[in-house]
C-alpha cells in the first residue's frame, strides 16, 4: 500500500473522509512530494500549465489584493470555481518556508456543515440554476488570463456533492445566490480552524467540501509550494 510521508494512504484517505483535511508534520528533508500525492489521484495542470504553483508574495501583485501572491489575508473560496467541468478532488500544500514569528496560517471549514443549513429547496436550485464565476482581478497581473464560467454552486457526481464557492469572484443575481456569498462568509467566519504549516509539513484537503482561506502575514519570505488533485479513476 502507497504511503504520504510515512503515513499509510488508507489513513490519509480515511482523514480526508471524516474531517475533510490531512494535516502532515515532521516530513524528511528528501521527501518526494510530487511522487507520493500522485499516489491520490492524477495531478491537475494550474493556471499556466505548471503542476506545481509557488505560494509566495509577488511584487507585481499590490499588497492589500485578495491574492495568494500577496502578504494580506485571503477571502473564503474553493479552487478552479471559475472554470467549466469538475474542479480537482484535493488541494496540496506543503511549506518551504513558513512566515516568521507568525501569520500565513491556511483556514478551513466544512462546506457540508454549511449546507445543511439550507432548505431543501434551496440547495435544489443551487444545484439547477446556472451562476456565474469569474476569475480574481489580481492574475491578470501575474501574468495569468483570466477566465470565467457559468455553472451551478453544487453538482451532484458519482453520490457526492461538489462545491463551488467564492466571497467575491460569484456574482450577486438575486436573493439566494447573495444568501449563499452571506451566510457562507459568516459560517467561515464561525467554525473555520486554522493551521499554521510549519517547514517541511504537509495539508490536504478536499476541495469539493472544504472552503479555505488565508491569514494575513508580514514576512515575505514566506513560501509554499501547491498542487491540485484530479479524481481517481
Known amino acids: 500500500m502507497a504511503d504520504i510521508a510515512g503515513i499509510d494512504l488508507a489513513q490519509v484517505l480515511s482523514s480526508l473522509e471524516e474531517q475533510g483535511y490531512c494535516h502532515i508534520k515532521q516530513v524528511p528533508d528528501s521527501y518526494d512530494y510530487i511522487s507520493a500525492l ?8 494550474q493556471y499556466q500549465g505548471d503542476l506545481i504553483r509557488e505560494v509566495q508574495p509577488n511584487p ?11 502578504t494580506s489575508a485571503a477571502t473564503p473560496h474553493t479552487e478552479f470555481y471559475e472554470f467549466p467541468g469538475m474542479p480537482p478532488r484535493y488541494v496540496a500544500l506543503w511549506c518551504v518556508r513558513p512566515a516568521v514569528p507568525d501569520g500565513g ?33 489580481t492574475l491578470s497581473a501575474e501574468g495569468i488570463a483570466p477566465a470565467s ?5 453544487l453538482v451532484q457526481h458519482r453520490g457526492r456533492v461538489v462545491m463551488r464557492f467564492s466571497t467575491r469572484d460569484l ?4 436573493e439566494l445566490t447573495s444568501a449563499y456569498i452571506d451566510r457562507g462568509q459568516e459560517f467561515f467566519h464561525t467554525h473555520h480552524i486554522a ?7 504537509i495539508l490536504i484537503w478536499d476541495n469539493w467540501r472544504m472552503i479555505h482561506a488565508r491569514t494575513a502575514f508580514d514576512d515575505r519570505r514566506r513560501h509554499l509550494r501547491r498542487i491540485l488533485i484530479g479524481e481517481a479513476a
Open 195 to 201: 493551521v499554521r504549516l510549519e517547514e517541511r509539513a
Open 171 to 174: 456574482t450577486r443575481d438575486g
Open 60 to 70: 507585481a501583485v499590490p499588497e492589500g489584493a485578495n491574492s495568494a501572491a500577496s
Open 149 to 153: 464560467c457559468r455553472t451551478p454552486a
Open 105 to 137: 496560517a491556511t483556514t478551513l471549514a466544512d462546506g457540508y456543515r454549511f449546507l445543511a443549513g439550507f432548505t431543501a429547496d434551496e440547495r435544489l436550485r443551487l444545484s439547477s440554476e446556472d451562476r456565474d464565476w469569474r476569475s480574481r482581478p
Open 38 to 45: 500522485s499516489s491520490l489521484g492524477p495531478l491537475v495542470a
